[in-house]
């Protein structure tokens, strides 16, 4: 700005703080970010254990599961499409491996490759049905869940399946940075897929397509494929998820009742982070976020001595906000 001289007018620091303050409330980051650190002051203001490096290392690896998934979820959720499959998938990938390596002999690494493949398979399924048949997302992949649930109680008669070798659960003791393999895997997917969101053509065209579909294919984008691969990546997510569950059993075992009720936890941590239903908006810091805010909720309460019923609730509301703050979001960007 010129002052009345000509001369360039320099913004006061007060006027740069503000401009910076706006800057980082208006990303979708920071809307999570600061209701989680209130609530972990609430909590800790109730019990200082919330912060004991015990609790944390427990938040952290208990969140390690629906992150993991949700990295894949995010990049679905932003082309415009869902699965509900995932913690389906979980089951069905620990559940093969451990028939393969107890009853077939199979070596655990060809065990483990084959369940991914599966998982992979899955994935195609929903992308075939959702995306070439026209089938809408929630029915195929609730559907496909629920197929996939049912041929994992048949594999398995509804029993765990043991024992297994010992290095089974080899992934499952090791503890890198203190926390969990699974944990680790996850913060590695998070900055891969935060650079393939942010600094890729791959990330454009996934943006592209779920902002608008038509759109994208006019300038040459084959949004089918980008679907697709979305819906690939989200199902191995899932089973590579399955695999580390199973190893950090106390007794490594194919359960079939691995992730059961998971994918509601993954879908309220992908909502709580900024991606938007409509599609075309999301990131994997806000969804790390978001999973992260779910756990604090669950743990905190629970530290905190308030009734556990509450848990639901609270994380019911939580997410009919985040709901409510996307509709009112997107009716404003339509006008």
């Known amino acids: 700005m010129q002052g009345m001289n000509g001369a360039l ?32 002051i609430f909590f800790f203001l109730r019990n200082p254990a919330i912060l004991a490096p015990i609790t944390i290392t427990s938040i952290l690896r208990t969140m390690a599961f629906p992150g993991l998934i949700g990295m894949g979820m995010v990049i679905l959720m932003i ?17 093969f491996a451990a028939v393969l390596i107890r009853d077939a002999g199979f070596p655990v690494w060809l065990a483990s490759i084959c369940a991914l493949l599966v998982s992979l398979l899955v994935g195609l399924i929903n992308a075939v049905l959702t995306v070439k048949v026209g089938v809408h997302a929630v029915l195929t ?78 300038v040459g984008i084959n949004t089918d494929r980008v679907k697709t691969l ?7 997510l899932a089973g590579c998820s399955g695999l580390l569950y199973m190893s950090q059993l106390p007794l490594p075992s194919g359960d079939p009742i691995i992730g059961k009720n998971l994918e509601l936890d993954i879908i309220a941590g992908v909502i709580l982070g900024g ?25 905190g309460m629970v ?33």
Do not use: C
């Open 79 to 95: 082309t415009g499409e869902i699965d509900l499959s995932t913690a389906s998938v979980m089951s069905l990938t620990a559940v």
């Open 275 to 299: 991606v938007s239903f409509f599609g075309g908006r999301g990131s994997a810091i806000g969804t790390l976020f978001g999973v992260m805010l779910m756990q604090v909720i669950r743990t």
């Open 230 to 236: 979305a819906f690939v990546l989200t199902s191995f």
């Open 303 to 335: 530290v905190a001595q308030f009734d556990p019923y509450w848990q639901v609730p609270v994380l019911g509301m939580f997410m009919l906000a985040a709901a409510s703050v996307d509709v009112i979001r997107h009716r404003r960007l339509e006008r």
């Open 9 to 40: 007018k320099v913004p006061s620091t007060g006027q740069t703080v503000q401009v910076m303050l706006r800057r980082l409330l208006a990303r979708h980051e920071s809307a999570i970010l600061i209701p989680l650190i209130a609530l972990i």
């Open 141 to 218: 992949t609730l559907g496909v869940g629920l197929a996939v649930r049912g041929i994992s109680y048949l594999f398995s008669n509804g029993l765990p399946i043991y024992p297994l070798p010992e290095e089974v659960g080899y992934l499952g003791t090791l503890r890198p940075l203190g926390v969990s393999v699974a944990f680790v895997l996850m913060l590695i997917v998070m900055v891969v897929v935060h650079l393939v969101l942010n600094r890729t053509t791959w990330g454009a065209a996934i943006f592209a397509t779920g902002a608008n579909k038509l759109a994208a294919q006019a």
